[in-house]
């Protein structure tokens, strides 16, 4: 998976925040960025071990502070492991980061009250896994991640139409999309 910075890559076997809210934190977007690596700083020298590979991801752009998606992925390879720390919970892109900020000092409490291998244990949930085999719902169907159940039910007609079995498609090609539609409506309707 290419990680860029803009726009955002979302690892995708994290689901997505369906509903956000407004985050108690006072710091704007630069002191956010800072803090986020200064946490990052302080974790590598805290574990001894090397953190590099660093990308901060998200849909800000030069002038553009305030994306109508504010989520926030940090990528970066630590200690062999590719990790992810992605938050979409908060309205801004500036609370999503102050919260990773605040994910990572965690783990650096971790490292002073208990072992590396608790905090290596701990990082084995952000491990940014590959995608599963066949596409995550949204690419089978070729929507966007944030598509609602509608849109997922448009998709899935319209591709179930030209690929039907009845109508010479495959019929592995068919249950891809069958599998995708159940996925997608299993997700949006029950988060």
């Known amino acids: 998976m290419a990680i860029a910075a803009y726009p955002l890559t979302w690892p995708p076997t ?3 925040a369906k509903y956000r809210e407004a985050g108690r934190f006072k710091t704007a977007l630069p002191n956010a960025i800072k803090n986020v690596q200064a946490s990052l700083r302080g974790f590598a020298s805290d574990s001894g071990k090397t953190l590099k590979d660093l ?3 998200s849909n800000v752009t030069l002038g553009a502070d305030s994306p109508a ?3 926030v992925a940090v990528w970066f390879m630590w200690d062999g ?3 992810c720390i992605p938050v979409d919970r908060y309205s801004s892109v500036a609370s999503n980061l102050q ?3 605040h994910i990572l000092e965690a783990r650096r409490v971790e490292l002073r009250h208990g072992t590396l291998a ?3 244990a701990t990082f ?3 491990i940014a896994l590959p995608a599963p085999a066949g596409g995550m719902w949204w690419e089978v169907l070729g ?3 944030t598509a609602s159940l509608e849109e997922a039910r448009a998709a899935w007609k319209k591709l179930a139409s030209e690929n039907h079995p009845d109508k010479g498609g495959d019929p592995d090609r068919m249950a891809q999309i069958n599998k995708a539609f159940a996925d997608a409506e299993k997700e949006i309707t029950h988060g």
Do not use: E
Request: a positive charge; proline letters at 8%.
């Open 81 to 83: 492991m590719q990790v």
């Open 55 to 57: 990308v901060i991801s």
């Open 69 to 71: 998606d504010p989520g």
């Open 143 to 145: 929507v966007s991640q």
């Open 99 to 101: 919260a990773i900020h």
């Open 118 to 120: 608790l905090v290596r």
């Open 14 to 16: 994290f689901p997505r």
């Open 124 to 126: 084995q949930g952000f």
